[in-house]
């Protein structure tokens, strides 16, 4: 039986697992109108640019709620209602885009390649010349759906090259996958509070280009959504416009803290790839195999076929791990059968060797010994 008491280690992509300090860092109640939560606010966000090096460059607005609130709020806020938002499709992320900015009333065109394919800057060069009426980009950095990377530097610079503004989703990737705002040039890039910079769920923030939600006021057809109006009142008062949720700010400013004290940006690459490599060697012993081509595979969540095995289903392979410890996450591709494992949060390789083990001991459990996909198999005879 497992121990209900204890937390399951979380190897999902948000929320995930946070350190003890972060979590302790919640036990406080704050008041929305009081100076010292307006001063955590204001660190928050300097923190916050700092972690990609946009002080100078770029301003940061937060928003209360997930990840697609966020990505709702930079699309609608900066988007004129005539405008015509290009998406990069490669998974499902890219396709949520594509559905949001539709449902915004903002005109809408996809340029979709498969799920293991990454969107080159040369895709989106034709495109933007052959459609001078595209006036947005709309990319996703890491593909959580499979864990696919795709090229932010040179799409950015040629989307800039084409005199166009560039919306990216980085949900998945800030704090952790390289990005620099001081040489990569975007109108807005998008995160949220509970993925690799490892606070708890709850907020969103957005980074806009210096100077753009000054001409970006009634764009918005939301008002809870609007960034222009998010930032003149916070601007204005050191206030969230409307009920901040006040314990993630203050845990996500104590994760942060610890974000620096970890070494930074390069740091946390460096842990989660260690994760990373723990994690596909010790699956890959046990015969399972990577979908994704190592060259575009980020380090941050990895997909896995399942075993062909009759006698595996994920219902019950899941439950069989998280009763060892270890909550896995389920694959979102259709054309084939996967899991996925994150390699994200306050957890290092020791942990990852015990998910192994706890995977290897489940496959004993449900007796399946066919554990590589058929075309796998095939390769290795
Ligand atoms: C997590 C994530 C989001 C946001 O999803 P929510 O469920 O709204 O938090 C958006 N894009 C990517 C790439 C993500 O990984």
């Known amino acids: 039986m497992p121990l209900y008491s204890r937390d399951p280690i979380l190897l999902t992509p948000g929320p995930l697992t946070t350190s003890l300090a972060t979590k302790t860092a919640m036990l406080r109640d704050w008041g929305s109108w009081d100076s010292a939560f307006n001063a955590v606010t204001a660190r928050l966000r300097a923190k916050l640019l700092a972690v990609i090096e946009a002080a100078d460059t770029h301003v940061c607005v937060p928003l209360q709620g997930s990840g697609t609130f966020a990505v709702e709020g930079a699309v609608n806020t900066l988007v004129p209602r005539d405008g015509h938002v290009l998406v990069l499709i490669n998974g499902a992320y890219g396709k949520r885009m ?200 980020a380090p941050i969540i990895v997909t896995f076929h399942a075993p062909p095995d009759p006698k595996y289903t994920f219902a019950d392979f899941y439950a069989r791990v998280r009763d060892k410890g270890f909550i896995l996450y389920p694959g979102k591709l259709t054309q084939v059968e996967t899991f996925r494992v994150g390699c994200i949060g306050a957890i290092g390789p020791d942990e990852m060797r015990h998910a192994v083990n706890a995977v290897r001991d489940t496959l004993a459990e449900m007796g399946i010994g066919e554990v590589a996909p058929a075309s796998a198999r095939r390769a290795a005879a």
Not at 120 to 135: E, G, K, Q
Not at 253 to 264: K, M, N, R, S, T
């Open 98 to 297: 594509a559905k949001l900015v539709q449902m915004m009333g903002r005109k809408v065109s996809t340029f979709e390649t498969a799920d293991d394919v990454p969107t080159t800057a040369a895709d989106v060069s034709r495109l933007l010349t052959a459609d001078p009426s595209i006036t947005h980009v709309g990319l996703i950095h890491c593909e959580t759906s499979t864990g696919i990377l795709n090229p932010l530097a040179e799409i950015a610079a040629v989307v800039a090259r084409h005199g166009r503004k560039l919306i990216v989703d980085a949900m998945s990737s800030f704090g952790a996958l390289p990005i620099d705002a001081r040489s990569t040039p975007f109108d807005a890039l998008v995160a949220a509070s509970g993925k690799c910079v490892e606070g708890p769920p709850g907020m969103g923030f957005v980074f806009v280009k210096k100077g753009v939600l000054e001409g970006c006021a009634g764009h918005s057809t939301s008002l809870a959504l609007d960034l222009a109006d998010q930032y003149a009142y916070m601007e204005r008062t050191t206030q969230w416009r409307f009920t901040p949720p006040t314990h993630v700010v203050v845990a996500l400013e104590a994760a942060l803290d610890q974000f620096v004290a970890e070494g930074g940006r390069t740091a946390r690459y460096a842990r989660y790839h260690a994760n990373y490599t723990t994690l596909v060697d010790g699956m890959t012993k046990l015969g399972f195999r990577v979908f994704l081509d190592p060259a575009i595979q």
